[in-house]
C-alpha cells in the first residue's frame, strides 16, 4: 500500500551546506536518528500500517515536530522498546531494503495491524 503525503509538510533537513540526500534532523526526533527523509517516511509509513491508524492519530494537525499528543510519546516509547529488544537479541539482522530499519521485531510483530495488541484468549 502506497501512502501518500500530504503536500503541507517538509521534512526537517540539515541545511548548512548539506550535500543531497539530506538526513532528517528535528530536536523532536530522539530515536529514528540519521535517516534519510525518505526513509524516515518510510518508518512513518511502517508505524501506520503496522497499528493500523493514520498519522493524525500520533501527530497533531499541522505541526509533525509537536509532542502534544500523548499517543505520540507512547509510540516513541515503542520504538526505544523496539530498538533494545533488537539490539539485545536480533544484532546481527540486516533489514532488506524496505522493510523497517528497527530490524527484526517491528511494530508489526505486536500489534500486527492494531492499535492495541489483542490481549492473549480467556484472559479476563
Ligand atoms: C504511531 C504513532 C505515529 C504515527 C502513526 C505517525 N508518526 Fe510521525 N512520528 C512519530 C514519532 C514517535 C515521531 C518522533 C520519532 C523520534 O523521536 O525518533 C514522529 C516524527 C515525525 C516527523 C518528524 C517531525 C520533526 O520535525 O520532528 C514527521 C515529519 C512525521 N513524524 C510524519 C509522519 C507522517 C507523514 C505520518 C503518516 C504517514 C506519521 N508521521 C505517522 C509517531 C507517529
Ligand atoms: C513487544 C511488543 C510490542 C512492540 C514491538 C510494539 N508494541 Fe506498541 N504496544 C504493545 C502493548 C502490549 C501495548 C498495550 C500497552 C497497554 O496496554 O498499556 C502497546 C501499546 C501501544 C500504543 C498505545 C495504544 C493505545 O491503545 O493507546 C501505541 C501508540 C503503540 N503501542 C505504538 C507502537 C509502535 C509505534 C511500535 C513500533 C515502534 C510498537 N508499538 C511496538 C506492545 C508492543
Known amino acids: 500500500m502506497a501512502l501518500l503525503l500530504g503536500g ?16 532528517v534532523d528535528s530536536p523532536a526526533v530522539k530515536v529514528l536518528t540519521g535517516l534519510l527523509a525518505p526513509e524516515f517516511q518510510e518508518e512513518m509509513n511502517h508505524m501506520v500500517q503496522a497499528l493500523g491508524v493514520s ?7 499541522g505541526n509533525f515536530a509537536s509532542d502534544d499528543n ?9 520504538l526505544e522498546m523496539t530498538k533494545a529488544i533488537n539490539n539485545q537479541f536480533f544484532p546481527d539482522h540486516k ?10 521485531v517491528t511494530c508489526y510483530t505486536c500489534h500486527q495491524g492494531q492499535a492495541t495488541p489483542k490481549l492473549p484468549p480467556g484472559g479476563d
Open 8 to 23: 503541507s509538510f517538509s521534512f526537517v533537513a540539515v541545511s548548512a551546506q548539506a550535500p543531497t540526500p539530506t538526513v
Open 55 to 61: 498519522c493524525g492519530t500520533c501527530h497533531t494537525r
Open 70 to 78: 500523548p499517543k505520540k510519546i507512547t509510540a516513541r516509547r515503542m
Open 95 to 104: 533489514p532488506k531494503p524496505g522493510e523497517s530499519v528497527l530490524g527484526r
